[in-house]
């Protein structure tokens, strides 16, 4: 709510008051308003309705010793030009054009205009780029909405696996994290090891996730995956084909095509890990496993996503609300 909203509810709100107490006098005292001010509003009110109860935006003031519109303007676009220049170049760069002006200046026009860092000025103009030209590059992939919607016709249908560096930790060495979440349910499971994990560890961390599901009643089909080594190897691959399972894979250098682990991997980090080791310390894989487990209870069980697909549920109500309808 903006502060023009928050002003014009004020004001909606001693007009209704008066007419509920049946007293002007006692609804300006309640609302700490002059009975002046009031007749004013209501004026207002009954000539223009109560939308012209909401303060009119004010135009910025032009001050005599603003800079030009015409070297913002030039600013702006030698900005998107040469997006990889610091404030000094560019005011060197006005000035080579004839416009005197500071690089504090700059900088405070830039920060006005979004484009004080280097990166925004970099999105800018791969944003320019694809819209007058269709070159796409990275910069320009990252403004792009992130993710992809996937979707599952139940649970197991479509498992997205990922690894996750968790870090090197004093007295247990390098940790990773292997998630598995499901497309359809959200449900996630994570497993942690020591050292960057290879084909075999996943092979028996995917073992884990087919035994969990079955537990459920429901069989895993396809799994989603990136294209590490870890995911391509033969122990893994052989593991997949074992247990008839279908391998999906993202296009390289595309973690957004798995947007649905790398979401959970985004609220592990803030909502698991970093508040834990500012509690504790860690001096085994199993003290890390066991508070991941615990977080994991509260993450399918309690804890509501408000997702656009998840609308406030849990995995777990969303587990048990297709097992009632494939009961039915």
């Known amino acids: 709510m903006t502060p ?24 300006c005292r309640q609302m700490g308003v002059s009975r002046t001010r009031y007749y004013q509003w209501r004026k207002l009110a009954d000539a223009y309705g109560l939308e012209a109860l909401t303060p009119k935006a004010r135009r910025r003031p032009q001050l005599p010793n603003a800079t030009p519109t015409h070297v913002v303007e030039r600013l702006l676009s030698v900005a998107i030009t040469q997006p990889t220049l610091g404030a000094r170049r560019y005011a060197d760069v006005l000035g080579e054009a004839g416009f005197a002006i500071s690089k504090t200046t700059v900088a405070k026009i830039l920060a006005e205009h979004d484009l004080s860092r280097r990166s925004e000025r970099l999105a ?42 968790i870090g090197n930790l004093k007295g247990v060495g390098k940790a990773y994290q292997l998630t598995a979440v499901d497309t359809y349910t959200r449900w996630a499971v994570i497993a942690i090891v020591a050292g960057p994990p290879t ?8 073992a884990q996730v087919v035994r969990l599901w079955r537990r459920h009643g429901y069989p895993v089909t396809a799994v989603l995956s990136d294209n590490g080594p870890e995911y391509v190897g033969r122990a893994f691959t052989t593991a997949l084909a074992a247990k008839g399972i279908r391998h999906v894979r993202i296009p390289p250098r595309s973690p957004n095509h798995n947007a649905v682990v790398e979401r959970f991997h985004g609220t592990v980090l803030q909502e698991c890990w970093r508040p834990a080791f500012h ?45 009632r309808h494939r009961a039915a």
């Open 199 to 206: 084909a075999e560890v996943t092979a028996g961390f995917l």
């Open 124 to 165: 800018r103009a791969a944003a320019v780029a694809a819209a007058t030209s269709g070159v796409v590059t990275d910069a320009a992939r990252e403004a792009e909405p992130f993710g992809f919607c996937h979707v599952a016709p139940g649970p197991g249908e479509l498992v997205a696996l990922d690894s996750f560096y």
């Open 279 to 323: 509690r504790r310390r860690f001096g085994s894989l199993r003290q890390l496993q066991a508070e991941a487990d615990a977080w994991l209870i509260t993450y399918n069980h309690r804890r509501r996503n408000h997702s656009a697909y998840m609308r406030g549920r849990t995995p777990h109500q969303i587990l048990d609300s297709h097992r």
């Open 4 to 27: 023009a909203e928050i002003i014009a509810h004020r004001r909606r709100r001693l007009l209704e008051l008066a007419v509920e107490l049946g007293n002007i006098s006692e609804a």
